[in-house]
């Protein structure tokens, strides 16, 4: 109700009360105290309460990207790809979808352990994971008030840490991870890649010890750089739900020269039903935490998705391009406000 409203429906609930005009304007007070009331009443929107299907979706592919990092795309194993990334020249989109929304990887081929890097002819997936598709789709619909973003996803898998609640303890459980940036040019073009590197654990270079993501431009920074990055939001925000059996939890951590764990500011809701996921991610728009990315209303985010099925972990997952998602902006994904 906008302010303008609220003074006349309070002036009119004192008229029917049978207070008088004349006492009223004598005796402003009584308005604004009353509009206070009206003001502060105004429900608030909970996630369970939007009718998601009115709630524009956008159905993102996925796909297995095997030991692609970003030391990959920035060199001659990439092909012809190399260049542009590493001279910031195209996004990985430009390349790998047409405009008629076809994608140019040979996810299929990866994740069987068949596709070949161009210069070294070393397999872009040496541990081939059999019976799993190269691609997935998640629909993605986001909506948001004055307070909070909520943003719902859904993804078809196959329910194996619903059915055995264990597989959490060791990492494996399902799960989807969203890492969000919105003043990082190279994570607008390439998404999760710029934090995939080759000597983290799994991948081909690492050398035995526990390493995890982080972004490759605050890789061996000063702390007073490290610090700069934080406070000027130049780091990567990551939002992770996964089903322990039917109990959905989250993780709430950020990306800069290191994988940090942070002040979980993360609720969520979800379910397992016909094959298919269904998450509901709240969090406010501004936490107040300086290690949380803050959300404006008229301006957008880009986000990138990633997804673990099967017992499967670390490396061993989807990923998606990354995709711009608008608060009353223009966007990939476009977010409706209530």
């Known amino acids: 109700m906008k302010p303008g409203c609220q003074a006349r429906f309070a002036q009119k609930f004192l008229l029917n009360l049978g207070i008088s005009k004349s006492t009223i304007t004598s005796f402003p007070f009584l308005t604004s105290f009353l509009t206070l009331i009206v003001f502060c009443a105004a429900p608030i929107v909970k996630a369970a309460d939007i009718d998601w299907g009115q709630v524009e979706a956008k159905n993102i592919k996925v796909f297995y990207p095997g030991v692609a990092s970003w030391e990959f795309l920035t060199e001659k194993d990439h092909g012809t790809g190399a260049p542009p990334v590493k001279t910031i020249k195209k996004a990985c989109v430009d390349c790998h979808v047409g405009k008629d ?26 541990e081939p994971i059999a019976g799993m598709k190269g691609f997935n789709e998640v629909a993605v619909q986001a909506a948001y008030d004055a307070e909070n973003i909520y943003l719902r996803l859904q993804w078809t898998g196959s329910g194996a840490s619903v059915a055995d609640p264990s597989l959490a303890k060791d990492k494996k459980a399902d799960r989807i991870s969203v890492q969000i940036a919105n003043k990082i040019k190279t994570f607008n073009m390439f998404g999760c890649f710029i934090s995939c590197h080759d000597d983290e654990t799994g991948m081909p270079k690492n050398s035995g010890e526990e390493k995890k993501l982080y972004g490759y431009y605050a890789a061996g920074k000063p702390q007073d750089k490290l610090d700069g990055y934080l406070s000027q939001g130049q780091f990567v925000d990551l939002w992770e739900v996964y089903f322990e059996g039917p109990e959905v939890k989250t993780e709430d951590e950020y990306i800069l020269e290191d994988r940090h764990e942070d002040n979980n500011d993360l609720s969520a809701t979800g379910s397992f039903e016909g094959g298919k996921y269904t998450v509901v991610i709240t969090r406010k728009l501004a936490t107040g935490d300086a290690k949380d990315i803050t959300l404006q209303d008229g301006k957008d985010f880009s986000i990138g998705i990633s997804v673990h099925d099967n017992k499967n972990k670390g490396r061993k997952h989807y990923t998606s391009f990354p995709l711009s998602v608008g608060l009353s902006t223009a966007g990939d994904v476009k977010a409706k406000k209530f």
């Open 101 to 126: 929304g076809t994608y140019d990887i040979n996810a299929d081929k990866i994740i069987a352990g068949e596709l070949k890097k161009v210069k070294s002819g070393a397999p872009l997936e040496p």
